[in-house]
């Protein structure tokens, strides 16, 4: 017999696997959409089901209660006794009309029937329809009800009436063994075990405390919807599992393993609304626990309807509803979310409504008072939200999966790795100040569980069409408090996201690309250096150089990706039509700040390093002048001819210093104009709301209306952009403009050079640097107004030969590559000087001897580039010619000058190179990224704005007062001559 027993079973379950295989697909994830129903949707014949949400229809002779959420007899019926949730009705006889208090007889009565078909007695009396035995009588009594009755009425809780003993009492009042009395119900034997947990276990306070309420109502809630299919019995039971944050164990007998418990009892019957994980005449509580189920509920279907931000199809409203629950179990209402429910910070009605227009991101935190939230939860409430897709008659309902972060299972938090371990649930409460009593239900709570951190997630849907988006996702983060705190901290954030990781490889690569070209750059760079400065071998000074030259390329390369991507999010993130991308969240855009904040680093470095080439730049500024008694083009060489050049003034030289001195940085563009035009279009223009986390690109905002948190990413590219953008504008009309018909400061440093008589000779590495040819083709500067006017009147008419340092041509600057000998010659003469100047420091001699020494140094210097220049050395030929175009784009010589010096021609005036003019990339790219550091760190445009001009001052500053003592230092001048 037990054989053919379990063969039976056996046979059963391979059926029904086969059913389930054939019939249904088990690995295809479930579209839960569910119908909108309220209570007053149902008809008079139809009861809303709490449990499904749905209006189901009342059996025969019945009809709706006056709350909807059960059926009643009709009048005139009574109501049969059964095991089941449902109830039979059965017409009372002609002779018995009415129908007994408790509906469950028929009976004659003393008086009148009420309108629901029920025997009326005078006021002050009440209908006695049973004897004392418990007996129902013939003909029905108006007495006075007698509390020592005791037959099958007791007296009320109130004292005003008398009723029937619970229904769950059979024959009598009183719960004989082996029955188990609970919660005023009389329950069999067996139902459950009677060792329930009541414990609650608040882990952040490591400690636990048995409740009071669970106490009182746990067991006879779990029975009596496992025995009798109690409706609210059940909800109240998945209410005490949400009290516990929906945490059980596999072995544990608390509010979450019995919900288990019934919740696996209930498998062979139907399920709820065509989900699966909604058992008949249970909440909702969970979503399963089979592996990866989390992955295929969020990111498998996406949500029917379409946001569209503008055009005809606009669609931004997000309406989410809330089916409402109190402690016992009771449906209350369906509620919107939004009027305060589950947002718990005092807001306007305006920017509460702004959490539900889609693509604005919405944080907003306060600190709440601990007495005001006990005073204003006295119990808490419960809701299931979903979110209305709408349709009209045929509204439908997608629930939103819940993500409880404090959820534990066997004493681990499950919701706080990945999403493959994730187990996602649906019922949230935000105060619950009932579960931390632990002596009765009036006494003060130890502890209230507070929802401190509830967040909405909308992921949008990779590659979509039309605006899609998969299944929001609600997380609830619930904080223990203890009753003696002053104050808890609560947010309420709605959050967007995509898939990143294909932008974040896009980046990767274009760095990778770009960085590997940077290396070849610095390469180049470095060969180029070591050719200038005549280095053969590789040294740690080449590697220093190489990394150096790396740094800046390498600088280039993240500014230009991180402007780049800035530019990119916001030029398409505020310009879609539906939602097709969204921002990176706060915690994705660790990367491009980092990203940010190398390129600033590296910028700095090469900064640095090009300030400190151009404040130890050799120069030295060369006299053509001769005197007028001296009929000799060239000046002698001896020392002892100091009369030959006591006629010739020196003032002209200081003239041509202090123009070089005042140029050392000048730049093309103005800091001051730069920092108050970009405040001006941030701050005044309203730019700055362009990198708010909203789709709107509107540069107004209501000041009673809500403002999102800043982007980053926006933040920085809207910043970047139009830094760069003035800077670039500032530069076209320098360049095109100002420098043509206003003043050209370097043109006109050169003319200068010409009128004065002096040349310059400028080296930045060993053999390479800049020549300057300022030598007057009227052989004489030191002349009278008449003279000079005179000159510059021949030179207008080409009466006399041109100012180039060939004879028939007009280049007066050059690049100049010497070699070796040349460099060597040069750097004796500058060691010859140091070295005296550094003996006559120690040996404490005058200050008439050390001007004596520094001016015959002076005209040794000069003498020997003069000589150079007019070819009177033949081992320091030099030639004149072009670069090749590929020189000029490398930056670099092709050519080593091993007999002859090589003078490149050079109309670009590079050697504005050794000034702020000619780095102006260089720092303007410095100052953007100084910029937005300081912004992207304070979040304040005006406080960027502000110590950047400082930073820029500070390094004016610096230039100026270093480039002057190595201006003295160089050129042999005396520096109280400069101003």
């Known amino acids: 017999m037990a054989t053919r027993t379990l063969f039976g079973f056996k046979r059963r379950v391979i059926c029904l696997t086969l059913y389930l295989l054939i019939f249904g697909n088990p690995f295809n994830c479930e579209q839960f959409l569910v119908s909108f129903k309220a209570p007053s949707d149902c008809t008079d014949e139809e009861l809303f089901d709490i449990s499904s949400l749905s209006c189901v229809k009342c059996g025969p002779n019945q009809r709706r209660s006056a709350t909807g959420l059960s059926c009643l007899c009709k009048t005139g019926y009574k109501t049969l006794m059964t095991e089941k949730a449902s109830i039979n009705c059965q017409q009372c006889p002609n002779n018995k009309p009415a129908v007994t208090r408790d509906g469950f007889g028929c009976i004659r009565c003393p008086g009148s029937l009420s309108a629901e078909g029920k025997c009326q007695c005078p006021t002050g009396n009440i209908v006695v329809e049973r004897d004392v035995h418990g007996n129902l009588l013939d003909e029905a009594r108006c007495e006075m009800c007698n509390g020592n009755a005791s037959a099958l009425s007791v007296p009320s809780s109130s004292g005003e009436k008398c009723e029937a003993c619970q229904a769950t009492f059979f024959n009598t009042c009183v719960c004989n063994p082996p029955n188990v009395l609970a919660g005023g119900l009389c329950l069999p034997p067996n139902s459950l075990p009677t060792n329930v947990n009541p414990i609650v276990n608040y882990a952040q306070l490591k400690f636990s405390l048995q409740s009071a309420w669970f106490t009182r109502n746990m067991y006879s809630s779990s029975a ?247 299944p929001p996702l609600m997380t609830v983060t619930y904080t223990d408090v203890p009753v003696k705190t002053q104050t808890v901290s609560t947010t309420f954030a709605v959050e967007y996201e995509m898939d990143v990781s294909d932008t974040r490889t896009v980046t990767d690569i274009a760095l990778g690309v770009m960085g590997g070209l940077a290396v070849l750059c610095s390469l180049l760079k470095t060969v180029s250096w070591k050719r200038r400065s005549d280095s053969p071998l590789i040294d740690v000074e080449t590697m220093l150089k190489f990394v150096l030259f790396y740094a800046g390329d390498l600088a280039n390369i993240f500014f230009i990706v991180t402007v780049g991507s800035g530019l990119y999010w916001l030029i398409l993130y505020k310009g879609q039509i539906f939602a097709a991308v969204m921002l990176p969240l706060p915690s994705q855009e660790d990367q491009f700040v980092t990203y940010i904040g190398c390129a600033f680093a590296l910028k700095a470095i090469q900064f640095l390093h090009k300030l400190v080439l151009q404040v130890s730049v050799d120069i030295f500024f060369i006299d053509w002048e001769r005197p007028r008694s001296s ?76 403002t999102p948190p800043y982007s980053l990413i ?237 930073q820029q001052m500070i390094f004016r500053l610096i230039r100026d007062t270093l480039g002057r003592k190595n201006l003295v230092s160089k050129s042999l001048l005396d520096e109280r001559f400069l101003i």
Not at 347 to 364: D, I, L, N
Request: proline share 4%; glycine share 6%; with cysteine.
């Open 224 to 470: 009596a919807c496992l025995v009798f299919s109690n409706l609210t019995a059940c909800q109240a039971l998945g209410n005490m599992c949400v009290m516990n944050m929906h945490s059980f164990s596999s072995l544990s007998t608390d509010a979450c393993g019995l919900f288990n418990t019934i919740f696996r009892s209930r498998a062979a019957l139907s399920s709820t609304q065509d989900i699966s994980y909604w058992r008949v005449n249970l909440p909702w509580l969970y979503y399963g626990d089979e592996p990866g189920l989390a992955s295929r509920v969020l990111q498998t279907e996406p949500v029917p309807t379409g946001f569209y931000f503008r055009g005809p199809k606009k669609n931004t409203n997000i309406t989410l509803l809330a089916a409402v629950y109190n402690v016992q179990g009771e449906f209350l209402r369906w509620e919107q979310v939004g009027g305060g429910n589950i947002q718990l910070c005092p807001e306007t009605a305006t920017k509460r409504a702004a959490a539900f227009s889609f693509g604005t991101a919405y944080q907003q935190s306060c600190d709440l008072p601990v007495a005001e939230l006990l005073s204003t939860h006295p119990e808490p409430l419960f809701y299931d939200v979903f979110m209305d897709l709408g349709g009209g008659e045929s509204r439908k309902l997608l629930p939103l999966p819940t993500l409880v972060y404090n959820q534990q299972y066997n004493g681990q938090f499950i919701n706080q790795e990945s999403m493959k371990n994730w187990y996602l649930s649906r019922r949230m409460f935000v105060v619950d100040t009932l579960s931390g009593r632990e002596r009765n239900m009036n006494s003060q709570p130890k502890v209230i569980r507070v929802a401190t951190n509830v967040k909405i997630r909308f992921q949008l849907v990779p590659r979509a069409e039309e605006g899609k988006v998969f």
């Open 631 to 706: 009929g000799r083009r060239t000046v002698p060489a001896t020392a002892e001819s100091k009369h030959d050049s006591s006629s010739v003034t020196i003032w002209r030289t200081y003239k041509v210093a202090n123009e070089w001195n005042k140029m050392q940085t000048i730049r093309q563009i103005s800091p001051t104009f730069q920092v108050m035009a970009v405040l001006f279009f941030l701050e005044v223009l309203g730019f700055s709301n362009l990198a708010l986390r909203d789709p709107w690109p509107t540069l107004e905002r209501p000041s009673q209306a809500y």
């Open 714 to 950: 926006l933040r920085y590219g809207l910043a970047a952009t139009l830094w760069l953008c003035i800077g670039f504008l500032q530069v076209i009309y320098f360049t095109v403009f100002h420098e043509r018909f206003v003043e050209d400061k370097i043109r006109q440093f050169v003319d200068l050079c010409s009128v004065s008589n002096i040349s310059i000779m400028l080296l930045t590495h060993r053999c390479f640097g800049y020549y300057i040819h300022g030598r007057s083709v009227h052989g004489f500067a030191d002349t009278n107004m008449e003279e000079m006017n005179d000159n510059l009147k021949r030179e207008a008419e080409s009466r006399c030969p041109q100012r180039g340092l060939l004879h028939d041509t007009d280049i007066q600057t050059f690049q100049v590559s010497i070699t070796s000998c040349l460099a060597s010659h040069h750097g004796r003469i500058r060691e010859l000087f140091s070295r005296t100047s550094g003996l006559s420091l120690r040996a404490n001699t005058s200050s008439t001897s050390q001007f004596e020494q520094k001016t015959r140094a002076y005209y040794t210097m000069n003498r020997f580039l003069q000589s150079m220049i007019d070819r009177a050395h033949p081992d320091m030929e030099y030639i004149v010619k072009d670069k090749l175009m590929f020189e000029r784009i490398l930056g670099m010589e092709f050519l080593e000058p091993s007999d002859r010096s090589i003078f490149y021609n050079d109309k670009d005036h590079s050697f504005r190179d050794v000034l702020f003019y000619g780095s102006e990339a260089t720092l303007l790219i410095f100052d953007t990224l100084f910029f937005c550091v300081v912004d992207l760190g304070s979040q304040s445009f005006v406080l960027a704005a502000v110590l950047t001009y400082l």
